[in-house]
């Protein structure tokens, strides 16, 4: 089982960015996917999560700016973060869900003027 999480890098305050992870080992439709992230001396939070049926869910923190998606023939998870705040400044990780949990390696955003 592998989950590359790719798309991290520095942005300006206000800035977009579109985090991936595309997953591959598992079968794919079943997981539900999640993104976490945690910043320095923070415990990791849960951020945004897409269901197996697509359902979505937010961390109150990033309702409205960010958006999670999943493109099952590529067997890839999205997270689009729009007007990203010195907050979000964090390594994102992905996580597969179901019946196991399967973590990839993070990926580092950087939120600073």
């Known amino acids: 089982v592998q989950l590359q999480a790719s798309g991290g890098g520095s942005v300006q305050p206000g800035g977009s960015l579109r985090l991936s992870c595309a997953a591959s080992g598992i079968i794919f439709s079943l997981f539900n996917m999640h993104w976490y992230r945690q910043a320095p001396g923070n415990q990791r939070e849960r951020v945004a999560t897409i269901t197996s049926s697509s359902s979505t869910m937010y961390a109150d923190s990033v309702k409205g700016r960010f958006t999670v998606s999943r493109d099952t023939a590529k067997n890839t998870v999205y997270l689009q973060m729009n007007s990203l705040k010195p907050e979000d400044t964090a390594v994102y990780y992905c996580?597969?869900?179901?019946?196991?949990?399967?973590w990839g390696q993070g990926t580092l955003v950087t939120v600073s003027s």
């Open positions: 996580a597969a869900m179901y019946l196991k949990t399967y």
